[in-house]
C-alpha cells in the first residue's frame, strides 16, 4: 500500500509517496537523502536519527513514514543559518566534541530540544536529557561542554538582542 | 502490510476487525518488533488521529488520560504532576528524552512486559481503562488488563481509549520507584509503586502496593499492603511490611537480576516508596490545615 503524504521538512513542502512498513528515517535518507540522520541500532536505543516531529525529539526509525502527513519534521540538514553554523555546531568544532561524528547530528538535534524547553540547563540536565544518544568515541565529557558554552552564548545573544 | 489512521473510534473499530490488524500508538515496541521479524501485522491501525486517545482531561478531581497520550505530555501537564507525581515519575523513567516523546500509558500496558514501568503507578492508583470493541465499550481495572508477559485480556478487536484516574483525595498520594543497573536508558530489575491516603492526624487509612518485575505481571500485593493502614508508617511497621512483600514476591532469575537480589529489592523499594507517598500525603495534610 502506498500512502501520499505531505509533509514540511526543514520548512520546505514535500509530497512523497511511501509504503506502509518504510519508517521516516528511511524516507529522508532514501527518499531525500537527506543523509545526516543516521541509523545506528534502527531500534531506539542510540539516538543517531533523532529528529525533531512537531518540535518533539523522537527517533526516526521508530517512526513510520506515513505517520508524519501533515506534521512538521526538522534535521540536521535544517540546523545551520545559510552562512553561518548554529551555536551548538560552532562549540561542538570549537571543543572537538566529535570524533567519529556518527553520533553528532542526532546529538546537535537532541541538544537543540533540550535548549529550547531549558535554555540553562545544568551539567546533570545535559547528561540525562542525552542519554539516549549514545557516542563511543569521546566519553561525552567535551559534548556535555560544548552543549554548556552553547546554552551561555545563546542566552547571551538574546540578552543583547 | 497496510497503514490506516483513522479519525474516529468507530472507524477504528471498523479496521481492527481485519485480519492480522495491529494497534499502534507510539511504536516504541511494535515498530523494533516488527524490524526484528518478531511481529508482522497485516494492517497496522495509528490510533493517534482519534481525539479520545491524544487528550489528557480533568473533571472535578478526576483526570482522564488519553491511551496514546505521550510520556513528554504527561511529565509537562502541571495539574497531573501534582495530583499524581507516582504515575508521572513512574513513567519518565521509561527511555530516553526520545522515548518519552512517543511513548505511551496504553502502549505500556499492551506490550505487557512483567517489568512494564508505568503500569505499578497506575495499578496502586486504581486506575480503570475505557476499552472499546466490537462488543461495545467496557470499563476494567487496570490490574486486569495483563494477563501474562506479552498478553492482555484485551479481546479481538478492542483497543484502550483511555484510563481514569479516581478522585483525588486531600490526604492521600503516590510513588513509584525502580532499580536499574544504570541510571537510564535500562529496565527494571524490580519496581514498586504505592498509594497511601492518610487520616488528618497522618495515621494510614488505606494503602495499595504494586510490584514491578518480580512476578509473570505486575503484582498488586495487598497482603503486604495491610500492615500499613492504622500506622504512621513507624520503623516496626515497615519491617512488618518488607517481611510481607518479600513473601509476596516471584520473580524468575535472568541476566537482570537473581531471584534473591530481585526479592530483597523489591522490599526496600517498596519500604522507601511508601515513605515517599507518605511524606507527600503528609505535606498535603498540612497544607489543608
Redesign the interface.
Known sequence: ?K?HISVLINEQKHELLCN??E?LLDMLRNQLRLTGSKEGC????C?AC?VL?DK????A????A??T?GKQVETIEGMAGADKLHPLQQKFLEHAALQCGICTPGILI?AK??LARNPNPTATEVR??????LCRCTGYDKIIQAVLEAAAEMASVQEQA | ???Y?PTSIADAIRLLSSPGACV?A???DL??Q???GRRDPAL?I?I?KIPQTRTISQHANRFSIGAAV?G?ELSEHPQLHACWPGIVEAFDLI?????Q??ATPGGNFCNASPAADSVPAFIAANATCRIVGPQGERECPVEQIIVSPGKTCLQAGEFIVSFMLPETLPYSADAYLRMTPR???DIAITGAAVRLTLDKAGVCQTARVVLGAVGPTPLLAEAAAKHLPGSRLEKKTLQLFEEAVREQCRPINDKRGTIEYRTAVAAVLARRSALIAYERALARTEVQQ
Open positions: 500500500m500512502h506502509s512498513a519508517t534502527a531500534s531506539g536505543d539516538g533523532s516531529l518533539r525529539l523522537v527517533c526509525c521508530l517512526v513510520l506515513a505517520e502527513d537532541a530540544a533540550l540525562y536529557w542525552l542519554a539516549g544518544n | 502490510m497496510d497503514y489512521s499502534l507510539g511504536g516504541t515498530i523494533p516488527m524490524q526484528a497496522i495509528d493517534k505521550t513528554a527511555g530516553s528524552s526520545q522515548i516523546g512517543r541510571t537510564e536508558m
